[in-house]
């Protein structure tokens, strides 16, 4: 059922068993997994089923490190950011749920295997099953083309499979609607996550809309869902019993924000042997009646000899990205256009073709980018700001940063896979990256962001337990790439929505 929390008498008092704060892919699924007879989910979502300025304009903050467009990266609206991500989908790797001691805070608290159980039901949340992403034989047969066997043992063949997107407000809008144990309450901004005066347990969630109703939701249980940076946010606005905010005793909540910096055009890449690189090598190719495509990972002994982070390579044909007036007139699509396009300076100089260039050689010219893991760093995080929003509310600081560490493994994987490119007899590679220290003004963000909220079993380390339970606060769990400890290279939705699914296996195991 879906109720327009402005609507409501003012003062009005909710009761639920669960009470989840956000209705994007994470707030949603869970919904719809833990809805049943005798289990009344309350769904508090800040938008409406449509953007509005207004409501986006509470997303507005302050960037003080790398410059990040903190509005233009996320939408506040009933389905969250799926209105406008990508749908690029893939697992992270095992190696990025390892503790490697070149890696400061790396760890998750348990393998990749403890997810195995939940991929087919995330990738059905996203229209992807069947969940055959590892699945290298299936994609040789379907495809028709044999992968590459790379012998170097620098990369490795990981898939992406496209979600169409599932734009999770439009697609279960109906669902939602229908259901008699889920209340949908849209415009419905969570303002504070009240506390029993001993901090151990949650007692109620304050909400307020923009027209200035207050209400207030109580549950036995609460999920928090606002996406990776809202959901620091939150905890450290919940600051009245707890005074340095929710979950934050030993100051962990927003350190270690994380992005996945994107970079291209870092490389000129001549394919000198096109038979020698099939197509789901460099752009998409339907199997199935769904998109997939190969992302050029590195091999995780490799990574482990060399000491490096993971990233992600895709190889397209110059001039793939769309940049057309339909496009631009979405305001954030058109900014993380230009975020792309300030990604890829080296690619100025290139004319827009991906036929063979003579000044090249024989071969065939071709865009590169990469998606790279970065290291935690306390030190890149979200604060409140000094600025208050129209619920009054203090805004986000974001402070981005990158490491040294983080440069110059990108600059290392790039070289391997040139190496990697030239052993398999494909093409060759010549980097273009200087050595200089203005990388950071090069990267873009990719709209990910994890590790505010990370888990870990240590409360010194972490915000979340692994269970996704909020260290001291019994009956709190965060949902979302905000718990991630580390951040691999694959993107996010995917591997929160397994995550999503491992909770509600846990909160449908534990008695409330
Ligand atoms: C342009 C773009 C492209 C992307 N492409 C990809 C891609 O290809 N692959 C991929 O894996 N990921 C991609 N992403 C990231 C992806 O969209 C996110 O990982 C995903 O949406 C996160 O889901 P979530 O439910 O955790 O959070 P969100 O989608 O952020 O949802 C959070 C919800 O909480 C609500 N909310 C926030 N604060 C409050 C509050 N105080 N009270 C009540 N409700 C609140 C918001 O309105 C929102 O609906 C992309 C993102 C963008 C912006």
């Given at each position: 059922?879906?109720?327009?929390?402005?609507?409501?008498?003012?003062?009005?008092r909710?009761d639920?068993d669960?009470?989840?704060?956000?209705?994007?892919?994470?707030?949603?699924?869970i919904?719809?997994?833990?809805?049943?007879?005798?289990?009344q989910?309350?769904?508090?979502?800040?938008?409406?089923?449509?953007?509005?300025?207004?409501?986006?304009?509470?997303y507005?903050?302050?960037?003080?490190?790398?410059?990040?467009?903190?509005?233009?990266?996320?939408l506040?609206r009933?389905?969250?950011s799926s209105?406008?991500?990508g749908g690029?989908?893939?697992?992270l790797?095992?190696?990025?749920?390892?503790?490697r001691?070149?890696?400061?805070?790396?760890?998750?608290?348990?393998?990749?295997?403890?997810?195995?159980?939940?991929?087919e039901?995330a990738?059905?949340?996203?229209e992807?099953?069947?969940?055959r992403?590892e699945?290298?034989?299936?994609?040789?047969?379907?495809?028709?083309?044999?992968?590459?066997?790379?012998?170097?043992?620098?990369?490795?063949?990981?898939?992406?499979?496209?979600?169409?997107?599932t734009?999770?407000?439009?697609?279960?809008?109906?669902?939602?609607e229908?259901a008699?144990?889920i209340?949908?309450?849209?415009?419905?901004?969570v303002?504070r996550?009240?506390?029993?005066?001993?901090?151990?347990?949650?007692?109620?969630?304050?909400?307020?809309?923009?027209?200035?109703?207050?209400?207030?939701?109580h549950a036995?249980?609460?999920?928090?869902?606002?996406?990776g940076?809202?959901?620091a946010?939150?905890?450290?606005?919940?600051?009245d019993i707890a005074p340095?905010?929710?979950?934050?005793?030993?100051?962990?909540?927003?350190?270690?924000?994380?992005?996945?910096?994107?970079?291209g055009g870092?490389a000129?890449?001549?394919?000198?042997?096109?038979?020698?690189?099939?197509r789901?090598y460099?752009?998409?190719?339907?199997?199935?009646?769904?998109?997939?495509?190969v992302?050029?990972?590195?091999?995780?002994?490799?990574?482990r000899?060399t000491?490096?982070l993971?990233?992600s390579?895709?190889?397209?044909?110059?001039?793939?990205l769309?940049?057309?007036?339909a496009?631009?007139?979405?305001?954030a699509?058109?900014?993380?256009?230009?975020?792309?396009?300030?990604?890829?300076?080296?690619?100025?100089?290139?004319?827009p073709?991906?036929?063979?260039?003579a000044?090249?050689?024989?071969?065939?010219?071709?865009?590169?980018?990469?998606?790279c893991?970065?290291?935690?760093?306390p030190?890149?995080?979200v604060?409140?700001?000094?600025?208050t929003?129209?619920?009054?509310?203090?805004?986000?600081?974001?402070?981005?940063?990158?490491?040294?560490?983080?440069?110059?493994?990108?600059v290392?994987?790039?070289?391997?896979?040139?190496?990697a490119?030239?052993?398999?007899?494909?093409g060759?590679?010549?980097?273009?990256?200087?050595?200089d220290?203005?990388w950071?003004?090069?990267v873009?963000?990719?709209?990910?962001h994890?590790?505010?909220?990370?888990?870990?079993?240590?409360p010194?380390?972490?915000?979340?337990?692994?269970n996704?339970?909020?260290?001291?606060?019994?009956?709190?769990?965060i949902?979302?790439?905000?718990?991630f400890?580390?951040?691999?290279?694959?993107?996010?939705t995917l591997?929160?929505?397994?995550?999503?699914y491992r909770?509600?296996?846990?909160?449908?195991?534990?008695?409330?």
């Amino acid at each position: 059922m879906l109720i327009d929390a402005r609507e409501l008498d003012d003062g009005s008092r909710i009761d639920a068993d669960l009470a989840i704060i956000g209705a994007g892919p994470a707030g949603i699924s869970i919904a719809r997994a833990m809805a049943a007879p005798g289990t009344q989910v309350c769904l508090l979502e800040s938008g409406g089923l449509d953007s509005a300025a207004e409501i986006q304009a509470l997303y507005q903050g302050e960037s003080t490190g790398i410059d990040y467009p903190l509005a233009a990266t996320r939408l506040r609206r009933f389905g969250g950011s799926s209105g406008h991500w990508g749908g690029y989908c893939r697992p992270l790797d095992p190696i990025d749920f390892e503790a490697r001691d070149w890696v400061p805070l790396s760890g998750w608290p348990f393998g990749r295997e403890a997810l195995d159980p939940y991929w087919e039901a995330a990738s059905r949340a996203v229209e992807n099953a069947p969940a055959r992403y590892e699945d290298l034989d299936y994609w040789a047969a379907n495809t028709g083309e044999p992968l590459v066997h790379w012998r170097c043992g620098r990369i490795q063949t990981r898939l992406f499979q496209f979600s169409p997107p599932t734009r999770f407000g439009e697609h279960y809008r109906g669902e939602l609607e229908q259901a008699r144990d889920i209340h949908v309450l849209l415009h419905a901004n969570v303002t504070r996550i009240a506390a029993l005066p001993s901090a151990a347990a949650v007692d109620h969630l304050d909400i307020q809309t923009l027209t200035g109703r207050r209400h207030r939701v109580h549950a036995r249980r609460y999920v928090l869902a606002a996406g990776g940076i809202e959901n620091a946010r939150l905890l450290l606005l919940s600051d009245d019993i707890a005074p340095a905010g929710l979950g934050n005793q030993h100051d962990m909540v927003g350190r270690c924000f994380m992005e996945h910096p994107h970079l291209g055009g870092f490389a000129d890449v001549v394919i000198t042997d096109l038979q020698r690189l099939p197509r789901i090598y460099r752009e998409q190719v339907m199997v199935d009646g769904r998109a997939a495509r190969v992302s050029y990972v590195p091999d995780p002994d490799y990574l482990r000899r060399t000491r490096r982070l993971n990233i992600s390579f895709t190889m397209s044909p110059i001039g793939d990205l769309h940049d057309d007036a339909a496009t631009r007139t979405d305001p954030a699509l058109s900014r993380q256009l230009d975020m792309l396009a300030a990604a890829r300076p080296f690619l100025a100089d290139q004319a827009p073709t991906s036929r063979p260039d003579a000044s090249a050689g024989a071969g065939v010219r071709m865009g590169i980018g990469c998606s790279c893991e970065q290291v935690p760093n306390p030190d890149s995080r979200v604060t409140l700001s000094g600025d208050t929003d129209a619920l009054g509310l203090r805004r986000t600081r974001l402070d981005w940063r990158l490491t040294e560490q983080d440069r110059r493994s990108l600059v290392g994987n790039i070289e391997a896979l040139g190496a990697a490119l030239a052993a398999a007899g494909i093409g060759r590679m010549r980097p273009k990256l200087a050595d200089d220290g203005i990388w950071e003004q090069r990267v873009a963000g990719g709209s990910h962001h994890m590790g505010t909220t990370r888990m870990s079993d240590d409360p010194k380390r972490g915000v979340v337990d692994r269970n996704c339970r909020v260290h001291g606060t019994d009956n709190l769990y965060i949902a979302g790439s905000s718990v991630f400890p580390t951040g691999g290279s694959a993107n996010p939705t995917l591997n929160l929505l397994a995550l999503a699914y491992r909770l509600v296996d846990h909160l449908q195991g534990q008695p409330a």
